[in-house]
């Protein structure tokens, strides 16, 4: 079951992800739900599930861009295992506290992305700060607070927890 | 027991009969003096009758005017109900026709430029956009199994729109001309100036290493060389908007604006030919004899 929900959730990430945000992108930038998505694997199944996940859809969303695979699959995998180990750490994760810490992880994320990629060099680090890392990291950690918050809200999120680690 | 005078009644009877039939005959034998006689007695009387006739029209349309404004308002709600769903109907089907005669434009003008400039390439669509930030890209509806590969040229009737980097057996992934990743042979069609084409990070294209001894100047168009970038010689590229000359550099650069508006772009033609033509052949050029 938990298999389904994971493939469910990969195949349609890509399509919302290349369709239809391109479309409500702010200022040109556009929220990952991937990492999002990934993130809260990661806090909620565990850093197995959450590297799993992330490899899977970090080369799914590869595939439908110029980024490589290996290195999309790569940083995917990382932040669900991340996320997973950070899950682990905490008794109680309230939605303030989730939207801080994907603030963090997505800023980190972002700056390392463009040393993996290799990209030109005019998207220097400073470019990439401002141009993206920050909006993204804003925008991820809204989508993922407010997912969390409709989770939190409707349910028990510490059972979950505990019962999808087992 | 009530009395009747029936002879004062019969001779006024008999009267009046008289009277009707002089009067049709009248009518008959003299209809135009008649007329006018009863046309000249009646007018003062007309005149009279009158002002009762315009006090009671006037309430007529009155009355009549509130019915039709507002006690049978129901009927005319109903109408304009119809109507306006009559008006969308007619407004949809309008844009719905609107939009398949622009389809029509487009995609016989994408057919007649497939058809006269390059004659393997493949007609795709686009259905997404990059999932990430870093990279500009499109995604095409066509892929591996259409026989699209890595560092194919992309163009549109308007110009390049950028290079196959990535294919599955459905989709291909092209980065945009625009895209600072992105490098393209480029050509200065006045001047014959050649250099490489990129994509900068507002969205826009710059010729670099043009040489310092070159006039080029804003409002050139800049082509393809057909060099590099699986593109065709003589594909536009852009138009040159600003020279940029830095003292004790080898060489100057140009900002483009390009042909092609990538936000916009709805279908594109692949160029899959491994021996891209020739600008002479493509174009219909004679062959020197030899």
New interface residues.
Partial sequence: MKALIYFAVIVGLVPIQSVLLPHISVWGVKPDLSFVAVCLVGLIAGELDGLLVGLALGWAMSLFSAQDLISGAVLKGTTGFVAGLAGRQVVYLSPIVLVAGLLVVSCLTGLVTPFVLKLSVQQDWWWAVWTVVLPQACLDAVIGGLIYWLMWSRLNIEQLMSESRM | MRMVNLRASYSARRVALVLAVILVLGFLLLPGQLQSVFQQMGSPLGWIISWPLQVVAGIYDRIADVWGRYVALQEVEEENQQLKRELDLLKEQNGQLREASVATERLSALLEFKKQVLPASVAAQV?????????K?I?LNKGSSDGLQSDQGVITPAGVVGRV??T?AS?A?V?LVT???NAIAGLIQRTRDEGIV?G??QGQARLKYIPLLSNARPGDHVVTSGLVGGVPRGIPIGTIIRIDKEEEALFQSAELSPEVDPNRVEEVLVIQSSSIPTEGERLGVPKPKS
């Fill in positions: 259905i997404g956009r990059d999932t990430g930030n870093w990279y890209t995604i980097v990535k599955t989709t992934v980065l895209d600072p990743n990129e900068t990070t």
